[in-house]
């Protein structure tokens, strides 16, 4: 069912197959840009891999397939700190705000996420606690971000159909990352 959702998303886009042959061939170019600076970072778990030189924004669904390749990635990449942003998109996923919930209430949020990811687990809570899920909702709309979403240090925002493309291995991620790198300043 979403391989279906996901195949008619992709298929409705209005791009010319020029484009559509561009997100295939080449890593994304000119995107939109947001100051990293208003980027609000009390929404999201921190995670440092090795030095954490170069900086990532993540806006994941729980549920969505293509984030948890995502993240499979971002494990294997050295010297990366990652905010992630619990951004669930329930029309497409029923139970991922739910999910979302418990994640952002766990005691420990970056342990709760790799579990998840890990071995598909919840943390033992209602996430009835106060979450920002509502916050991240707005400055997400605010940026234009319906879908999961990478932003770079620089401001650059992938998202959607190319977000999935232009992160389906490490060797082309690591490539955005450089290409849209800004040394640690957060």
């Not at 100051?35 to 994941?60: E, N, Q, W």
């Not at 932003?151 to 690591?174: A, C, H, Q, W, Y």
Request: charge should be negative; glycine fraction near 4%.
């Amino acid at each position: 069912m979403r391989f279906c959702l996901f195949l008619l998303f992709v298929f409705l886009l209005p791009v010319s197959s020029a484009q559509a042959l561009s997100f295939v061939e080449a890593p994304s170019t000119a995107h939109t840009l947001v100051d990293p600076a208003r980027i609000p970072l009390s929404y999201a778990f921190k995670r440092v891999h090795g030095k954490g030189t170069h900086v990532l924004y993540f806006f994941s669904d729980p549920d969505c397939p293509f984030c948890v390749k995502v993240e499979k990635l971002l494990e294997t990449i050295d010297d990366l700190t990652v905010y992630t942003f619990l951004l669930p998109i329930p029309n497409i996923h029923p139970l991922s705000e739910e999910k979302a919930k418990k994640l952002w209430c766990a005691e420990n949020r970056e342990a709760a996420w790799k579990a998840f990811f890990d071995t598909n687990t919840l943390p033992d809570n209602d996430g009835s606690c106060e979450t920002p899920i509502d916050g991240i909702y707005k400055f997400a709309a605010s940026l234009g971000i319906r879908y999961p979403a990478l932003i770079f240090s620089d401001g650059t925002i992938v998202e959607g159909p190319r977000f999935i493309v232009d992160t389906i291995n490490k060797e082309r991620l690591e490539a955005l990352i450089k290409l849209y790198s800004v040394e640690k300043e957060r």
